[in-house]
């Protein structure tokens, strides 16, 4: 719920409270009020008519405001109320009298004086329901004004999430936001401004040492792989203990330089600097890169099937297009079994790579994390899987395993995006592929 809805909900409960509270104020105020008066108007009555009979005279018969009635017999002394019928409107009235003793010729009688209260409910009927009626002009007031106030008051806000919302990173530039003349937004404008700037600083320091520490450490890497390369052809290696301590060296060496590909393309992914996108046909690229592996199938006695129906073309970097596919193509030959199989399915909606393979425990998003290997005897650095899911996250593309224990079947699911939901991709980058890894 938005602040100002929470806002107007406590406003609208306090004063919804108040005016159910002013209005029965009101009411018994004012009822008390005009009873009070009618009361006032019995006692003068009754002060009239013991002077009357003071005075010798007789009661009246026919009071022209009041009603009186004589009896011989006690009745209860004090004010109190009654219902009378109106000849005329065939209906009871509510009335206010006063009983009192009074000796007439002698004569001891009660005398009970009543008065209509019509006038008086008529009288409080009009005055309350002007006074409700005024106050409820006034809620709705406050509730109108109050909203507009906060629109126009949180108008900053909005403005600042606006651009907030716009904002990424990767446009090194500073944040900056409209002027205000409020000054707890300007304050917090201020501090998201320098926030920014700080965030700036960071990621171009970071963007540089990666890119400085790609460049510097791929050539040394190049180097001791051509050396050891050398080395291992040299016939002093007729030792079986030296020549097995080069070719641990030697392996050593490429796992490393995979490792320093693949960090290297997911820092390049994540810092999106693969702006060159273009229309790729995705049918070609599986039918390049199945043919790449058909001898490394060969050898492991694998049978790689491809099922291609339509052809879709994707929005997309040709570099990290080639990465997608080679990761999950080189993931079902590592991870599968001698005499297995791979299928490789595309249609315009969706890439499924089915291979059969060994039994896995575990959860299934947990492949997809870096680092993390199927098998813990691998000499892949195990970001295969995480180089894909940055691929398709960087794309909008849906990523998910499915294992099937009957059949011992390992599934990668690629769902593509609309073309609508394709983010625009910005910086630059070169695509390097990276090892698969469960």
């Known amino acids: 719920m938005k602040l100002l809805a929470k806002t107007n909900r406590y406003y609208l409960l306090l004063t919804t409270v108040l005016f159910i509270v002013a209005s029965a104020v009101l009411y018994y105020g004012l009822f008390g ?20 009979v003071q005075d010798g005279g007789n009661l009246p018969t026919s009071p ?53 209260l019509v006038e008086t409910e008529d009288v409080l009927g009009v005055v309350l329901g002007v006074m409700v009626s005024v106050l409820g002009l006034l809620l709705l007031g406050v509730i109108l004004i109050n909203r507009w106030l906060g629109q126009w008051l949180w108008a900053p806000f909005r403005n ?28 917090l404008n201020q501090a998201l401004t320098l926030m920014s700037q700080r965030l700036v600083a960071d990621y ?93 199938a060969d050898v492991r006695q694998l049978a790689l099937r491809t099922h291609l129906s339509g052809v879709p073309s994707l929005q997309m970097h040709p570099g ?11 993931n079902a030959i590592k991870h599968n079994h001698r005499g297995g199989t791979i299928d490789v399915k595309l249609t315009p909606t969706h890439l499924e790579v089915r291979n059969t393979g060994p039994t896995v425990t575990g959860d299934p ?33 849906a990523v998910r395993y499915d294992f099937e224990p009957t059949g011992c079947l390992h599934t990668l699911r690629v769902d593509f995006a609309p073309p609508a939901l394709f983010p625009a991709p910005t910086g630059e980058g070169v695509s390097q592929l990276g090892q698969p890894q469960f």
């Open 160 to 187: 600042t999430l606006r651009v907030l919302r716009g904002y990424g990173v990767q446009q090194d530039q500073v944040l900056r936001f409209p002027l205000t003349t409020t000054d707890e937004f300007a304050e």
């Open 33 to 52: 009020a005009l009873q009070h008066e009618v009361e006032e108007q019995l006692v003068n009555r009754r002060v009239y008519l013991e002077r009357r």
């Open 204 to 296: 171009e320091a970071v963007r540089e040492f990666t890119a400085n520490a790609a460049h510097e450490t791929q050539t040394p890497l190049a180097i001791m792989q051509a050396q050891l390369e050398q080395l291992l052809q040299r016939p002093e290696l007729e030792n079986p203990e030296l020549a097995t301590l080069v070719s641990e060296l030697y392996g050593a060496t490429l796992r490393l330089s995979r490792l320093h590909q693949a960090l290297t393309l997911l820092s390049s992914i994540e810092n999106q600097q693969f702006k060159q996108a273009s229309h790729v046909r995705l049918d070609r690229l599986v039918e390049e890169k199945v043919a790449h592996f058909e001898s490394l």
């Open 320 to 330: 990290l297009a080639d990465s997608l596919v080679h990761n999950l193509l080189q």
């Open 365 to 397: 998003a947990r492949f997809f994390e870096r680092f993390r290997k199927h098998q813990a005897a691998s000499d892949s650095p195990g970001l295969g899987l995480s180089i894909v899911q940055q691929i398709c996250q960087y794309y909008g593309f």
């Open 64 to 116: 022209f405001e009041y009603q009186m009635a004589v009896s011989p017999r006690p009745q209860r002394i004090g004010y109190g109320d009654t219902l009378l019928l109106d000849p005329h409107e065939q209906e009871l009235v509510p009335h206010r009298q006063l009983t009192f003793p009074l000796r007439v010729d002698n004569k001891l009688v009660w005398v009970t004086l009543r008065k209509s």
